[in-house]
């Protein structure tokens, strides 16, 4: 099992889309980046702590590549925005890629460059790529969100549409339907 760790917006978005990939076999809501051990929910969201929301994906890299992970990761969030993601704001928010080895740092460092020509200027991906510091897993009530909560309003209005896309574009990266 391989480890990746990225934080875009809020992470239900992100587990509900990582969860559906093959060779993709967990997927944990929680922070990370931060200055301070085991924060809650409320301490993120308040900004004051340095965290952001992300997950931590644990795949098989036979199956899917990190490659992989990273396309579908910049499709899904707009990494132009700076601690923002649609009208979730704050540094909690940032679009971050939290690397567990030199050859990730390499591929993200790669993938980062060869989409700056498709962003028009001013538009500058602000993607941060750091060593992934230690990650502190959300509450309980946040794994797996989107699957247990599809007709929340915010899973409703924002994850919904998001989803729908990323299944289109990325079908054959999909898990089997059981």
Wanted: glycine residues 8%.
């Amino acid at each position: 099992m391989a480890l990746a760790t990225f934080a875009g917006g809020c992470f239900w978005c992100l587990d509900a889309v990582f969860s559906q990939l093959a060779g993709v076999y967990g997927v944990t809501s929680g922070y990370c980046g931060g200055y301070n051990a085991n924060p809650t929910y409320e301490e993120v969201c308040s900004g004051a702590t340095g965290h952001a929301e992300a997950v931590r994906i644990n795949y098989d890299s036979e199956r899917i590549s990190y490659r992989q992970l990273l396309q579908v990761f910049f499709a899904i969030h707009d990494p132009t925005t700076l601690n923002r993601q649609g009208t979730d704001v704050g540094t909690q928010y940032r679009s971050a890629i939290f690397v567990h080895s030199p050859e990730q740092r390499r591929e993200a460092l790669e993938m980062i460059a060869s989409l700056a020509s498709v962003f028009a200027p001013p538009a500058v991906i602000v993607t941060e790529v750091a060593d992934a510091p230690e990650f502190f897993p959300a509450e309980p009530y946040h794994q797996n969100y989107f699957a247990a909560h599809p007709g929340q309003g915010y899973c409703t209005v924002v994850i919904n549409p998001k989803i729908t896309a990323f299944r289109r574009e990325f079908a054959g990266l999909l898990k089997e339907p059981e």
